[in-house]
């Protein structure tokens, strides 16, 4: 950690930092320049506390040199990890390393049959893990809202019967119990990637989670809140981009493609990129997904419906399975560019 | 809703459409340009199902015209809401329309004795309302999280023995039922903007809400948070701008001092800023202050310390007691512009 | 054009803007709900002034309808148009359609040897449009700008032996005639990109131009601007999504990887991507390379340098040749996915 | 400047940064941490070059210490700069420091009649500036671009017989040296503010300069744009906020007001704002002037029109004469309390 003083700062503000430095447990590193004095920190800086001392009298500004994260770091775990999906009834699915993953289905699981068949289509196009909401995060109030635990035992009987482990969003502390004997990942939206409390509890199974980044969080954010998970003893963090806020409004969220080159390198965990959200509508869907895995990431998410028109929730992003069909071929090429598989389904196609 | 279709949109495509909008109640409107076809849904918007709309063969896109909320719209309450802060052992401090409310007091409540300390200095100086965090939402998991229950015992008695009602950040649905006998007025974080489970829960209590813009929400995502709680039937809700991500980079979040007015137009309820998570930084924080209410606000919440470099959190953001007093006398003198008052403490200045 | 009127607005308002669209030359057309009026205009947009009618008494919002350009949109052309640049000397390289492009080169010419250097090595490698900067636009008036016209006529005899047209950056309408002569292929730059006066200048050669993306232009902007030069009878403009300005800070400026799908919708106009200024960094430069190419970019512009340390601007982005080469092997897969071909250079690999 | 190395840096490495700083003229500084080795460059921070420091092996970042602006800088100059606008027929307009500045007129001049009439209702409301279009920027090519020169003599005509110094935007190097005879103040428009050559022109002149801040500038950028016109010699800068692009589409740009306070810290020059064009909707405009001034600006640039349907460009954001009247009295108690004083026009009011 650097702390830079200000240019008219006086010793004794000088002197604070330092020993303020000490007391924090690391050795202080003076250094002065013709128009400012400037301070190193030299230990761990996880022990310093960077707002404390940038409150301190005379003090410019504070420039961490570490990265405030640990578990999700590079420096903490060299190689890529390679998380599991899935397990029991049905088959382990592994994500990150050379193993590259699919994941699609419906936005809302609406009713058993209409889940039945979007996963029936999915899976024989590639799909190896099922997506569906039961409660859905919508912004009005008035919106649908999914149909709950019900549509969560649909999932679950379904993704048994089909052979695919399910992933399925989770919004509220109370509802991790409730769901947690059912879902093989639990989904974080984007407006909760902030939700600490929501993070810790899931953290603290064992089942894997598919953390959405915030619509304005940075990748250092991002990977704060997947360390929160990380801190409860949960190894099995995959992270997925899923557009952020800009002033473009040609789309609904700009997928931030530098995010997996910048996530890989910072970070062990794997990252997936979810198109359909970001693009909001279908015509973009599939150049997105190309794009994120042109650009290194270990796989994608989608949603697919049979008839968008019918969709209770975002049915203009949803592709059609014949071009989901063609966008996994696709993806398979590009795959195989940048080292990576996708799983067979098994589904003689 | 209009409807604008494809250039090509076919004959079928267009009498789906006028046929889709039948179904939902409305009256489709058609009008044949050189270009485009455009379909008018007129009818109360909200029975019309956009997204459905634009799911539909041939439409290039929607165009809302109503607002998405009601009940927090203009249309639905033309005055301005004055909401009621406190009553029972504290007075009830009103906030909207005429009466500018001023809330302060720690970051976080760090032990009894800086509590009671800073309530008294800020009551002092003109505060009417004590804020003070005893759960605290941390980017990251190794950070100080709060006192929890314990410090919010302190803040109910130091409140009742200042004669101020408190207001406090709840960040979990769990914790709503624990804490609601001793708060006078949740705060939504803006992390949680769009934790809807909260939103419900705490629109189901009769306290105040105070709800802090979400980093990346548009003025109408606000207010259709907003709408979450007010359609639970609470009514006491308080819109609270604290700036949003930005490319700029020399403060913490910019305070989007338009959100002010537009709010405003569009809404009855009363708005509030909080320039000290906005800014970051001590320095900014009075400007921002009075340019919120030069810009119509009706009060503001400032953080205040007396030592702020021994402050567990946001330590640099932090007023010092003078300061904050000094700001408190210019924001009498622009309320007094816009037609506000500040409320008196009854403290002897 | 759609004239949506406040909930209040009186029956004279509603009168003069009908009248008003007449006037414009369009027919209005009148549709009353219950809670708002709403008035289309029927007629060419182009024809109509959306600022005028926002001006009038009791109008709430003016929604357009067309699209602001005309010779840049997709209903001006249906099919994708195929530039030329070059011709001469050098041999003429196509940029469009299936013809895919790899423009590269040094940031700034240095001096002429190490201009010939990396020109060699990258044409050798599968570029066949040589870069590079003469008129340099930095942020700091200290920082080296460029060494003029001597660079250029060491770029254009560069380009003449290795038998590459060249594209070089002019930043100021009164370059214009003097470096005429000698470019290929004119390269405005983000931040020029609403400079219309030079735009106007460019328009009225017939050499191509490349037209970067404004550092905050949305999609239509960026058309808009291709209009002008489009406008002035210069046919051969190709777009360049250079990354935006976000929130975002663990890159210089995020490629918004969306722009190349929507910019295909929208335009029949040729549109590569820059991944060395959008990531400032050359960890990132070939992921966003090959996402572009994915997403359906109809080429790249690369900096490479042999000695980046050495560099006299933007070192840091600079790929070294080896790692150039690679990526021009992949980025010949990925266009093969999407139809395309990068044309061969004529020299022995 | 701060130069941080990869944690897996290699000797070498690091012994070649430290011999490039010693190259550079300034002293290393090494400190070697447990986890980071940071090499600190002791000497005057203009003398480096950050970009070659990151272009070496090993290196993860450069952290500047030192602002890269100097003229523009507190530092140079402590105290706030005083700048004069006008003179010879016309009185000169004080700007920085206790002198507040009230800059009005139409979006574009139209034609006489219209000029006079608005700059007589200004200059009554208490203006002491006149602004008006001559060459207008337009995001079309289609749009009203000004009447030039014709404009400009009307200008210079009115403003010396009302008494008022002009302000008139240029936007291409050619215009100014037909233009200086007749502007006392130049504008450089958002889209310009890194026209480097155009900033290097104007700050050839002696006639003042209002730098409008681009859409997408950072303070600090913006701030060395002010750099390249004082580096010319023309110490005569002005800066204006006038809104940046972020996601909220409720208004038209989001005036950052923390630019305000921010500007003044880092720096001497005065700044004023633009609500109109911030806004771009005349029910907002008054809201942020106000704000503005209340965060500490030295003035405001605001647009009129008598009849805004009827004007040729931005009529939705043009003030009628009597609400910029008021408007003004209210800036005049704010003003006060900030320290400042708008002058007199010397109208009998």
Redesign the interface.
């Known amino acids: 950690m650097?702390v830079?003083m200000n240019?008219n700062a006086e010793q004794a503000s000088i002197d604070r930092v330092m020993s303020?430095i000490e007391r924090m447990g690391a050795r202080p590193?003076l250094?002065?320049?013709?128009?400012?004095t400037?301070i190193?920190a030299?230990?761990?800086?996880?022990s310093l506390d960077a707002?404390?001392l940038?409150?301190?009298?005379g003090v410019e500004k504070v420039?961490p040199?570490?990265k405030?994260?640990k578990l999700a770091s590079r420096?903490f775990k060299g190689g890529d990890s390679v998380m599991s999906i899935g397990g029991g009834k049905v088959p382990q699915v592994k994500v990150g390393g050379h193993h590259a993953v699919c994941i699609a289905g419906p936005c809302a699981v609406e009713n058993e049959q209409m889940l039945y068949r979007i996963a029936r289509e999915v899976h024989q196009a590639g799909a190896t893990i099922l997506r569906g909401g039961v409660y859905k995060?919508?912004?009005?109030?008035?919106s649908f809202q999914g149909l709950g635990l019900q549509a969560l035992k649909w999932m679950r009987a379904c993704g048994d019967e089909l052979g695919m482990p399910i992933c399925v969003e989770v919004?509220?502390?109370?509802q991790v119990e409730e769901m947690e004997p059912y879902v093989d990942c639990w989904q974080i939206g984007a407006?909760?990637m902030?939700?600490?409390?929501?993070l810790?509890e899931v953290g603290k199974t064992r089942k894997a989670v598919l953390l959405k980044r915030?619509?304005?969080a940075?990748?250092?954010?991002w990977l704060?809140s997947a360390?929160?998970v990380l801190?409860q003893g949960n190894s099995q963090v995959i992270l997925c981009e899923r557009g952020?806020?800009?002033?473009?409004?040609?789309?609904r969220y700009?997928?931030?493609?530098?995010?997996?080159?910048?996530a890989k390198?910072?970070s062990h965990l794997p990252i997936i990129v979810d198109p359909s959200h970001?693009?909001g509508k279908r015509?973009?869907v599939s150049?997105?997904a190309?794009?994120?895995?042109?650009?290194?990431a270990d796989g994608v998410i989608v949603e697919v419906h049979y008839c968008?028109?019918?969709?209770q929730?975002?049915?203009?992003q949803?592709l059609l399975p014949e071009s989901f069909k063609e966008l996994v071929t696709?993806l398979r090429?590009?795959a195989s560019?940048t080292g990576k598989t996708f799983a067979d389904t098994g589904v003689p196609v």
Not at 42 to 46: H, L, P
Not at 244 to 250: G, L, N, P, Q, V
Not at 308 to 311: F, I, K, L, N, T
Not at 313 to 316: F, I, L, R, V
């Open positions: 650097i830079v240019p303020e590193h250094s002065r320049g013709e128009f400012r400037v190193g030299v230990g761990e800086d996880a707002t404390r940038a409150s301190l009298d420039v040199i570490m405030p994260y420096e995060p919508r912004t009005s109030p008035y919004m509220d502390t109370r407006r909760n902030q939700n600490f409390d929501l810790r915030g619509l304005s940075s990748v250092k954010e704060m360390e929160y801190s952020i806020k800009t002033f473009e409004d040609s789309i700009s997928m931030d493609i530098s995010s997996v080159p910048v390198q910072w970001a693009a015509d973009y150049a997105l190309l794009a994120g895995m042109a650009a290194g968008p028109s019918e969709a929730c975002d049915g203009p949803a696709q090429t590009i560019l």
